[in-house]
Nanobody, 120 residues
Framework: QVQLVESGGGLVQPGGSLRLSCAAS????????MGWYRQKPGKEREFVAT???????KYGDSVKGRFTISRDNVKNTMYLQMNSLKPEDTAVYYC??????????????WGQGTQVTVSS
């Protein structure tokens, strides 16, 4: 079993910044691609960013240039630095991890979600 714990969400004013963290724990042999997705009120879940094990990143058009995804492979932790936040960034942010356990099983895991609210 792999557990994902998200943190760093909260209330911030437009133009402000937040840093989200997603820490993976458990009997993990390796972690592949990690990513962030978000779900706005009444909307479908959307892609935000991903990062591969080698550090290659992709971003959704709406966050490109403002958000930065990174990972620490020693700590099995992923981060999302969010700058120049806009009210439309308000959403529940979910981390996603593709992990291989020590027994050789590879599965997809989701965090519990953390609320980000951008409002004055």
């Amino acid at each position: 079993q792999v557990q994902l714990v998200e943190s760093g969400g909260g209330l911030v004013q437009p133009g402000g910044s937040l840093r989200l963290s997603c820490a993976a724990s458990g009997n993990i042999a390796s972690i592949g691609t990690m990513g962030w997705y978000r779900q706005k009120p009444g909307k479908e879940r959307e892609f935000v960013a991903t990062i591969t094990g080698s550090g290659s990143t992709k971003y959704g058009d709406s966050v490109k240039g403002r958000f930065t995804i990174s990972r620490d492979n020693v700590k099995n932790t992923m981060y999302l630095q969010m700058n120049s936040l806009k009210p439309e960034d308000t959403a529940v942010y979910y981390c996603h991890v593709r992990a291989t356990g020590i027994w050789g099983n590879t599965d997809d895991y989701w965090g519990q979600g953390t609320q980000v609210t951008v409002s004055s």
